[in-house]
């Protein structure tokens, strides 16, 4: 069982890689980004809080992402591997995704991190605009995001390096030739 982050910029990939990755691996593909939207779809406590801050392209407050991820973990199978997916998004995420696991019994295996130059994932997040509903993704705001993500989730990449599973992938190719690569980093490791 083996459980990993995949990190990078808003549209960089990280959605579609993990629906590859977690058929692929049989992991189960955790988005916290999802899990906010169900919440806002249902009318929820936390997703009447959260929506003002997605629609803003700024982060959700950890208090409330920690509550919901830790209870999304606890409903998987114990022996079930994970893909986090848009979680960190900061260096107390990343604490407290480690005390999480810790306290299960688990940890991170590897920490993908899909690097994509900013004008692509604007390019990519304003092809999907045309056809998703999400409030995030317009001008404006796919372009808050990307700043957001530079400030305050790209640093997140060091704590994953100096733990030494930290693997890079050049995410600007096509969405098969991204996944071979990543195939690639998942069997040296298994
Ligand atoms: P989240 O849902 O995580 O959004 P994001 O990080 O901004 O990333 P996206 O989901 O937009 O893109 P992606 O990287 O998944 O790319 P995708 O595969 O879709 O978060 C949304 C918001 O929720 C945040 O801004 C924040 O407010 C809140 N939030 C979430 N998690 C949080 C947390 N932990 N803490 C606090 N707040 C949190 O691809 C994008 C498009 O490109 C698609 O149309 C796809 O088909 C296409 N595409 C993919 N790969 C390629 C390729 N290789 N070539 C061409 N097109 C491609
Ligand atoms: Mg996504």
Redesign the pocket.
């Known amino acids: 069982m083996i459980n990993v982050i995949i990190s ?10 993990s629906d590859l990755i977690s058929e692929r691996f049989q992991l189960a593909h955790l ?4 899990l ?1 939207r169900i919440e806002i779809a249902n009318f929820s406590e936390i997703g009447r809080e ?1 929506q003002g ?2 629609a803003a ?4 407050p ?1 208090e409330m ?1 920690l509550r919901l991820l830790a209870k999304t973990v606890d409903e998987l199978p114990v022996s079930h591997g994970v893909i986090f ?5 900061n260096v107390a ?1 990343a604490e407290a995704l480690d005390k999480l696991m810790e306290e299960r019994g688990k940890q991170i295996d590897i920490f993908l991190d899909l690097q994509v130059p900013d004008e692509v994932m604007v390019e ?2 304003m ?2 605009a045309q056809t998703s509903n999400r409030s ?1 993704d317009t001008p404006e705001t796919c372009r808050h ?1 990307v700043q ?1 993500y530079h400030e305050q989730t790209a640093p997140v990449k060091d704590y994953y390096v100096k733990k030494g599973i930290c693997q890079t992938v050049d ?1 600007t ?3 098969e030739s ?1 996944f071979r690569e990543i195939e690639k980093i998942f069997s040296k490791m298994m």
């Open positions: 990078g910029g808003p549209g960089c990939g990280k959605g579609t890689q988005s916290t980004g999802h906010l959260a801050y997605i392209g700024n982060l959700v950890d992402i997916d848009g979680y960190p998004r995420q990519r997040m092809k999907r995030d995001r957001v995410a190719g096509t969405i991204i």
